[in-house]
């Protein structure tokens, strides 16, 4: 079976301080890959990142960075100097034929 | 179209009445997947067609859940009569294929809201 999990409901920052947030999966398949999106109040989802299972290195976008590793099936998504605009549900998915998504991170930057 | 569409952006219906939600995918995009996204939930996948395969339906609550694609372009989601737990936004996505290796675009929505 194919799971996500992102232990972490909810999320309070300050804003400019760094925060990660969480991701585990779950797949039997040795090809797939990784997503984070992101899904403001406006509702939206937007894509940030995707990731196939053969490429381990980390992966750094501005202020948003990337560390898969295979060996913990781990995930992880860190915001640094974090902003109020960054304010939003953060969703982790996996995908084979289908995503299959988390059940998100609500990340709350206040000023 | 240059995005997912999705109509209505809103709808308000009694309990028991059937609803028709419309997905209008990117145009060439042979991929076509719903997904539920109930309040404050991650998104539960409902079904997804690709060209003119069978659809999987793994994902569909109910057979009062039911969905088609027309012409392998719009597609449509009917809840036939209609429960207050069928209450949440419905988001349709597309993509070039079926396959992990393309992205997916989602609409933005209807958000259903049962009375």
């Known amino acids: 079976a194919q799971k996500v999990t992102q232990a972490q409901t909810e999320i309070s920052v300050v804003e400019k301080e760094d925060v990660t947030l969480d991701c585990v999966y779950e797949?039997?398949?040795?090809?797939?890959?990784l997503f984070w999106y992101k899904q403001p109040p406006s509702g939206e989802l937007v894509f940030l990142i995707r990731r196939n299972s053969f490429d381990e290195q980390n992966e750094i976008s501005g202020r948003y960075s990337w560390n898969f590793q295979k060996s913990t099936s781990s995930f992880n998504f860190t915001i640094t100097a974090s902003q109020v605009v960054d304010s939003a549900v953060y969703f982790c998915a996996l995908t084979a034929d289908k995503l299959i998504f988390g059940t998100g991170t609500r990340l709350q930057v206040f000023p | 179209g240059a995005g997912v569409s999705q109509s209505p952006s809103n709808k308000v219906t009694e309990k028991g009445k059937d609803v028709e939600l419309r997905c209008d995918p990117i145009?060439?995009?042979?991929?076509l997947y719903w997904y539920r996204q109930s309040l404050g939930q991650g998104l539960e996948f409902l079904i997804y067609f690709q060209g003119n395969s069978a659809p999987d339906k793994s994902g569909l609550p109910s057979d009062r859940f039911s969905a088609e694609r027309t012409g392998g372009s719009v597609s449509t989601l009917t809840i036939q009569r209609t429960q207050q737990e069928d209450s949440a936004v419905y988001l349709c996505?597309?993509?070039?294929?079926?396959?992990?290796?393309?992205?997916?675009?989602f609409g933005s929505g209807t958000r259903l809201t049962v009375v």
């Open positions: 145009s060439g995009h042979t991929a």
């Open positions: 996505a597309s993509s070039l294929a079926i396959g992990f290796n393309y992205g997916y675009t």
């Open positions: 797949t039997r398949d040795t090809t797939y890959y």
